[in-house]
């Protein structure tokens, strides 16, 4: 949507009317499900180079053995019906296992090896950056800036967004007046990667030069020399690191990151891996009246998380989770999609992000492409074939039958959604037929340190590990969204049971025993 038909759009109607409109109903998942996205979920569990192995090498190598022992094919019916292994001649039985070691060999070599998740640790700030509804909401007020119309709009947001009284603000923001410069976005961006680092190399023992791979993903905030290049010279890091920073990729930036690491650790075997997630308020505070770009500064908070993985196989024993899926969906082709959520001007020259009306039809879409793709890579049998059976007679037989829903919940014991907003979660857990305990760790995450963008969901697994809730075997579902539009999943396997003790530098700790909470809506 271009500035001249949002300003207008926004000018003949009330703010009540765009808190309705911003609220819309995730579509029905169902409704129209594309069967291209099953297929693809069933390409990502069938590996194309070991079918092709199986299919074309294997029989290719037999009649090569055939050819060079002298084997005749009349002789394989006495060969099946052989009761022992002395009855072949020696050099039948070399070439035999000389076979079999080499298949196992090329399997062995063209397996993926396992990505570990090591430990995580997530930034808590300070307690004078704390900032309470009404605290920050006299905040705005005070400054001057804002007509007593977006005055109420944002009171009325704020009130009912879901954030509790304990989020922060970055000291550039709340200082009198603002001070809203380079040099304190760069305090807030260290303060928030060193913190989150120093608990991680705290926690795990790791030792800043045995990184080999650093992957940084800030989306406003992209400084010279980069985030990236600030942690490597914070922590002298080797000169041979790889090194990523990701830059306006939006709230799912921090699975992307995951992903790419993924990648990276299977082609460099014998590797440690740190990824870093925030984002950085500072530069991006709105100052104008447009009411799609003040949602920002209503739900948006300070916050970060930095993760380690592995590929070694003696960091199994001490990890915690081992990755098992990442599926990225991006529908930025269309341009609905592209401009929903979009950095730009507003008609007086101050730049914000504008969240357009459309972004809840935008994001059930997106969603329901990953976990139609997702779908056949971690359903139980019993739940794919109702789906399958549901969606051909809807589809092809044109009967006029109920949508069914397969059980996500069968597939994961735990699910940390990416807290963007109360409504979005709203929406969210009655599509998935999620429980509130299911959605009490992204609730529970808004409520206590607000939309801290793609670390939100380290701080919704710290939550489930501080509750004692996470055992060996249990599955969890990360899944986030993101400007482009994206939505991004990754899937967890527990390696062991993770105790309330393991806590150490959990952002919980000081408060976990008053949660859960009842949030409030006015």
Not at 65 to 72: A, N, S
């Amino acid at each position: 949507m271009d500035k001249e038909r949002l300003t207008a759009e926004m000018a003949f109607k009330d703010s009540s009317s765009i808190v309705i409109r911003i609220r819309q109903h995730l579509p029905d998942f169902l409704q129209s499900v594309k069967l291209k996205y099953v297929r693809l979920g069933y390409g990502y569990s069938c590996n194309p180079a070991t079918i092709l192995m199986f299919l074309i090498f294997v029989p290719l190598l037999i009649a090569t053995l055939v050819q060079f022992t002298g084997l005749e094919l009349d002789r394989v019916y006495e060969l099946w019906r052989t009761q022992s292994l002395h009855e072949f001649d020696v050099a039948t039985r070399l070439a035999g296992s000389a076979i079999l070691l080499f298949l196992l060999a090329v399997i062995w070599a063209k397996r993926s090896g396992p990505v570990y998740l090591v430990d995580f640790a997530c930034y808590k700030p300070e307690d004078e950056r704390k900032i309470s509804v009404g605290s920050f909401l006299k905040m705005t007020e005070d400054l001057g800036v804002f007509e007593d119309e977006t005055l109420r709009f944002q009171t009325r947001i704020s009130t009912r967004s879901g954030l509790g009284d304990e989020t922060y603000l970055p000291r550039g923001i709340t200082s009198t007046p603002p001070n809203l410069s380079l040099k304190e976005a760069r305090v807030e961006a260290e303060s928030v990667m060193f913190g989150a680092l120093d608990d991680l190399f705290s926690k795990t023992g790791v030792k800043p030069r045995d990184i080999g791979i650093l992957i940084v993903n800030c989306s406003l905030f992209n400084p010279t020399p980069s985030l990236s290049s600030m942690i490597v010279n914070h922590y002298k890091l080797i000169t041979d690191i790889k090194s990523y920073n990701l830059g306006g990729m939006g709230c799912s930036a921090g699975l992307i990151s995951i992903d790419l690491a993924k990648d990276l650790l299977r082609a460099n075997p014998n590797t440690c891996a740190v990824v870093v997630s925030t984002e950085n308020i500072t530069l991006n505070w709105y100052f104008g009246n447009d009411r799609s770009m003040l949602l920002c500064n209503c739900i948006f908070r300070m916050g970060g998380a930095a993760v380690l993985l592995s590929n070694k196989a003696r960091d199994r024993v001490r990890s915690k989770y081992q990755l098992v899926h990442t599926v990225r969906t991006h529908k930025g082709s269309d341009d609905k999609n592209y401009q929903c959520v979009y950095q730009r001007e507003d008609d007086k020259g101050n730049i914000g992000v504008s969240l357009a009306r459309e972004l809840m039809a935008v994001a059930g879409d997106a969603l329901k492409t990953n976990i139609t793709t997702m779908g056949p890579l971690v359903l139980p049998l019993s739940e794919q074939f109702m789906f399958f059976v549901t969606l051909l007679r809807r589809k092809l037989l044109k009967s006029r039958v109920k949508p069914y829903i397969p059980d996500f919940k069968l597939a994961f014991e735990h699910f940390c959604i990416h807290a963007g907003g109360r409504a979005v979660l709203d929406e969210l857990q009655k599509n998935l037929q999620l429980s509130d305990w299911h959605m009490e760790p992204s609730r529970m995450s808004l409520h206590r340190f607000g939309n801290t963008s793609s670390s939100s969901l380290w701080y919704e697994l710290a939550y489930t590990e501080a509750k004692g809730r996470v055992v060996g075997g249990d599955r969890v579902w990360q899944i986030a969204f993101g400007s482009g539009f994206k939505c991004n999943s990754a899937v967890w396997k527990a390696l062991r049971e993770i105790p309330t003790g393991e806590s150490k530098g959990n952002p919980w700790n000081d408060s976990i025993d008053r949660y859960p909470v009842k949030v409030a809506v006015a």
